[in-house]
């Protein structure tokens, strides 16, 4: 059975700081990419962070580059999303994404983060 568990969020003050988990387990994650995505009351689900398989390669959306990065541990089939700077416009509850070497796309239940003062 495959499993995306985020952990981690919360309610943090505008230039707090927070860190995502998404424990990984079901499928090969060390094969696998991952993303982080985020949705907003009232908009799209938007892509915020990637990472390869290996960790080689990342990358971010431009609203968030510079104070997050993404991160992973294959021994602990873990990926992370290090979260700091927080604005108010960052809350969102916020999803693990994989995509597996088949082609396979998971999801996990999503981790609220509240960023207010």
């Known amino acids: 059975q495959v499993q995306l568990v985020e952990s981690g ?3 943090v003050q ?3 700081s927070l860190r995502l ?3 990984a387990s079901g499928f090969t994650f060390s094969s696998s990419t991952m993303r982080w995505y985020r949705q907003a009351p009232g908009k799209e689900r938007e892509l ?5 398989s290996t960790g080689g390669y990342s990358n971010y959306a431009d609203s ?3 104070r997050f990065t993404i991160s992973r ?4 089939n873990t990926v992370y999303l290090q979260m700091n700077s927080l604005k108010p416009e960052d809350t969102a509850v916020y ?5 597996d070497a088949r082609g396979v796309r998971y999801w996990g239940q999503g981790t609220q ?4 003062s």
């Open 48 to 52: 915020v962070a990637h990472i390869t």
């Open 21 to 23: 988990s998404c424990a």
């Open 95 to 99: 999803y693990c994404y994989a995509l």
């Open 14 to 16: 505008p230039g707090g």
């Open 64 to 66: 968030v580059k510079g």
């Open 73 to 76: 541990d294959n021994a602990k």
């Open 113 to 116: 983060v509240t960023v207010s």
């Open 9 to 11: 969020g919360g309610l």
